[in-house]
């Protein structure tokens, strides 16, 4: 139980309504450290966030870049960590597994679209299947469903399709989906609906988001890059003190 993977896949356990798993994400290791040292139990990388930090555009950044950032942030830290691995960089899962596992990953997320357009969605489960096989329950997968970013055939109800794509993502083995930019009342139509904890992307000013979300039916609450973008901000603001402006 004291496994790292044991400790993070409990922690989506048995939450109570309005007490959600809130993992903030991390983009280098002085920001996974602070975040470790106020207290959370756990972290989730933001390919994004990572992606600036490390001078690309969102869902440019080079495999060999992301895992070797990743490792950095879980080398810095005690708690478990879990990677945004986009779509899996054309990695075949047995690599993309062992990938993760050697930069000190404890899950990860997986979106369901490749440069700006959905996956079919048999496809997508069976590469989830294939990816928890060759994990061999020492990783625990995050469904990404992008049907609210990427958009439905005309005359679709986005729900429906989102809720379809979620369960084929949970039996294939996906033990959380994630169903981003979901609007908020959305989420007790999603969350009745899907047999696993359903992740919602939060706010980042303060904790009552996080509460209402869980309320709604979130299980998990991530940020994306908000929080490296607030942090970038702040250093905008130190540069404008330091000239004077």
């Known amino acids: 139980m004291n496994e790292p993977v044991s400790v993070f896949r409990a922690l989506h356990q048995g939450r109570s309504p309005g007490d959600p798993l809130v993992l903030p994400g991390p983009w280098d290791a002085p920001s996974a450290r602070a975040f470790e040292d106020a207290g959370f139990p756990?972290?989730?990388?933001?390919?994004?966030?990572?992606a600036a930090c490390l001078g690309h555009a969102d869902g440019r950044t080079p495999a060999t870049e992301m895992f070797a950032a990743v490792a950095r942030?879980?080398?810095?830290?005690?708690?478990?960590?879990?990677?945004?691995?986009?779509?899996?960089?054309?990695?075949?899962?047995?690599?993309?597994?062992?990938r993760l596992l050697e930069a000190g990953a404890v899950g990860c997320n997986l979106e369901d679209s490749a440069d700006g357009v959905l996956q079919d969605p048999e496809r997508q489960a069976e590469r989830l299947a294939a990816v928890r096989a060759a994990a061999g329950g020492h990783l625990f997968v995050n469904a990404r469903v992008d049907t609210y970013i990427r958009g439905v055939p005309a005359g679709t109800d986005v729900v429906e399709e989102t809720i379809a794509r979620?369960?084929?993502?949970?039996?294939?083995?996906?033990?959380?989906v994630y169903?981003?930019?979901?609007?908020?009342?959305d989420l007790p139509r999603l969350a009745a609906a899907v047999p696993v904890p359903l992740n919602a992307?939060?706010?980042?000013d303060g904790p009552s988001d996080a509460r209402?979300?869980?309320?709604?039916?979130?299980?998990?609450?991530?940020?994306?890059?908000?929080?490296?973008?607030?942090?970038a901000d702040a250093v905008r603001g130190l540069a404008d003190r330091l000239r004077g402006d």
Request: hydrophobic letters at 45%; glycine letters at 12%.
């Open 166 to 176: 979620a369960r084929l993502y949970a039996a294939a083995g996906a033990e959380c």
């Open 201 to 204: 992307l939060g706010s980042p």
């Open 179 to 185: 169903p981003i930019t979901a609007p908020a009342g």
């Open 42 to 50: 756990a972290l989730a990388t933001p390919s994004a966030g990572v």
């Open 212 to 231: 209402r979300l869980g309320e709604l039916g979130a299980v998990r609450v991530t940020f994306g890059p908000q929080l490296q973008r607030r942090a």
């Open 73 to 98: 942030i879980t080398r810095a830290v005690s708690v478990p960590v879990s990677a945004d691995v986009e779509a899996g960089y054309g990695l075949p899962p047995a690599e993309l597994v062992e």
